[in-house]
């Protein structure tokens, strides 16, 4: 089958993708009930499974996880003695932030400079858009060649680990030759990427208590223990004066030998601002690929506005600890309780609660599928050559489908390349992006296909 035809395909479909993920953009999918509805994961859910049972898949359901979510799950069976593979995103999204600070609203698809603007337009909405208009386009010239499983998630961005649980209570249900994690991105917009490593991570809510009750900072205050000083005092602890993440007993100098990320071009994506310095040492991949990193994601605090003069009594934090590949992380958790125990200060009374957590993961870049999917984007990327990276985030579901199926080839790709600043405010698709990342996938199924009829 000639690849134009599946590209022509492709760019045939894109304005029915582009009305398809302004409609599931617009569910406020987050699921954390205390910030926003149930019944807007749960619409976005429903929207997902019909989209599935139109396109001729079998056995749709709705799986209520653990966690109180629901993943999507549908079976396109395909010709006899076909290899299967397991296609994966996920529908909820993070929550919009600031939404006074989106230049259009968050779940609104914007077209703005030749990008959409949307919360989970890329991360990863986009991600259920690809793989739809990659068995279309097979659909349309000549069939789709595997058995395909597709499994859409409800919790991902919250790291409750319910599509976790629910696999592995459920082993014969995600089982398949390959899997195509669609939650990842490019290392560069035009530049076709495979990631091959995830951090895993760890989240802990540490809450510091010095005082029965907030005190008057003139009549108590320089004798009275200070609840959040003792807090940034103990956060401070894990970081040294570079910025470096210093957990003790947990090596921090590993080496990545792949892919670099210039600087300038780092600077750059994080839209660091003039003059303030990069943190931590080693290579910027070392940093992001190969290394732990800590990261304060909120404080229980009292706001600026409103605060009174007030000796606080107690204060929260709620900490992100990133794990790379060769670490693991029920051990890099250890370490790190044992550090805040070992920096509290002044015997402050200290509580830490686990409330997530998730393997790093490291695929074979050797297996078929790989082959498959490098030729697939040398074609779908005329004049460049598939490239191999990793990637700082964390993905639990990799590894759980990894301990599930050993012998499963995985694969990541997706619309996350640098410009969509997922998770920030003015998150954005690249339709360019979609359309030649849908025909990479349509090409990498018949590559695949073919590989295993040899």
């Not at 968050?106 to 208009?133: P, V």
């Not at 082993?171 to 490019?186: H, K, M, Q, S, T």
């Not at 210039?262 to 080693?282: N, Q, Y």
């Amino acid at each position: 089958m000639p690849s134009q035809s599946i590209a022509e395909t492709v760019a045939s479909l894109m304005p029915r993708a582009k009305q398809e993920l302004s409609e599931l953009v617009a569910f406020q999918s987050v699921a954390d009930w205390a910030q926003f509805p149930q019944s807007e994961s749960q619409a976005a859910a429903n929207w997902v499974a019909d989209a599935l049972r139109v396109e001729g898949f079998r056995d749709v359901a709705l799986l209520d996880t653990p966690d109180g979510t629901q993943s999507v799950y549908g079976f396109l069976p395909g010709p006899a003695d076909a290899p299967t593979v397991l296609l994966y995103a996920h529908y909820d999204v993070q929550p919009p932030l600031d939404e006074a600070a989106w230049t259009s609203p968050a779940f609104e698809l914007t077209e703005r400079d030749g990008r959409w603007y949307g919360r989970g337009s890329a991360d990863c909405k986009g991600g259920f858009i690809m793989h739809l208009l990659a068995l279309r386009a097979l659909k349309a010239n000549g069939g789709v060649p595997v058995n395909v499983k597709v499994i859409v998630e409800g919790s991902e961005e919250q790291g409750t680990g319910g599509l976790q649980q629910y696999a592995t209570a459920h082993p014969e249900l995600l089982a398949a030759d390959a899997v195509v994690i669609g939650d990842a991105g490019n290392f560069r917009t035009g530049l076709p990427t495979v990631t091959a490593t995830l951090r895993g991570m760890c989240l802990l809510k540490v809450k510091i208590d010095t005082l029965g009750g907030n005190l008057h900072s003139g009549m108590f205050g320089g004798a009275a223990p200070d609840a959040l000083a003792a807090l940034i005092q103990l956060l401070a602890s894990l970081r040294a004066p570079d910025g470096s993440t210093t957990v003790d007993g947990l090596a921090s100098d590993a080496v990545w030998e792949g892919l670099q990320y210039p600087e300038a071009d780092f600077r750059s994506d994080a839209k660091v601002l003039d003059g303030v310095e990069l943190i931590g040492a080693g290579t910027i991949a070392d940093r992001l690929w190969a290394r732990p990193a800590v990261t304060v994601l909120g404080i229980d605090a009292p706001p600026v506005v409103g605060a009174t003069p007030s000796v606080q009594a107690s204060a929260g934090a709620l900490v992100s600890l990133r794990v790379p590949p060769g670490m693991d992380t029920t051990e890099a958790i250890k370490l790190l309780e044992a550090h805040l125990v070992a920096h509290t200060p002044w015997k402050a009374h200290l509580e830490v609660e686990i409330v997530g957590q998730g393997q790093p993961f490291q695929a074979d870049t050797d297996s078929p599928a790989y082959a498959s999917m490098a030729q697939a984007m040398k074609v779908a990327y005329p004049g460049q050559e598939m490239q191999i990276s990793g990637m700082g985030g964390s993905i639990p579901l990799c590894n759980t489908l990894t301990e599930l199926y050993p012998d499963a080839e995985m694969l990541l790709i997706g619309l996350s390349e640098p410009e969509a600043q997922i998770h920030a405010v003015n998150e954005s698709v690249s339709p360019e992006e979609l359309e030649r990342l849908s025909v990479t996938e349509a090409l990498f199924l018949l590559n695949y296909a073919e590989s295993k009829r040899a």
